[in-house]
């Protein structure tokens, strides 16, 4: 069964660091694009950052760009966001999405636009920041 897992998610002060974890089932990982999304309370959702299919190639929104990395293990099937010095305003649900495949391993998609190639869906982490 082809599944999106996150985890990772949870309560922290300001400036603090977290790690979210997107375990993928039911196709391997090093075949896809990968971006993560997040949705806080009463706002759009807005893309957060991608890879490529290769992992060589990512973007970040600005709004996290310098504190956040994205990146993907293909031996444990497993995308990942390091989030570094988190902000109250970085409080929402995170999602990691997979992209619908293309032939180009080194193509990311512009963030405004990733929402678009997206087939398939995790069910969200809640990261939480107290100021």
């Known amino acids: 069964q082809l599944r999106l897992v996150e985890s990772g998610g949870g309560l922290v002060h300001s400036g603090g660091s977290l790690r979210l974890s997107c375990a993928a089932s039911?196709?391997?990982?090093?075949?896809?694009?990968m971006c993560w999304f997040r949705q806080a309370p009463g706002k759009a959702r807005e893309g957060v950052s991608c890879?490529?299919?290769?992992?060589?190639?990512?973007n970040y929104a600005d709004s996290v760009k310098g504190r956040f990395t994205i990146s993907k293990h293909n031996a444990k099937n497993t995308a990942y966001l390091q989030m570094n010095n988190l902000k109250p305003e970085d409080t929402a649900v995170y999602y990691c999405a997979r992209l619908a495949k293309w032939d180009d391993s080194d193509y990311v998609p512009g963030l405004s636009a990733a929402a678009d190639g997206v087939d398939r869906w995790g069910l969200g982490t809640l990261v939480t920041v107290s100021s």
């Open positions: 890879i490529s299919i290769s992992g060589d190639n990512s």
């Open positions: 039911g196709f391997t990982l090093d075949d896809y694009a």
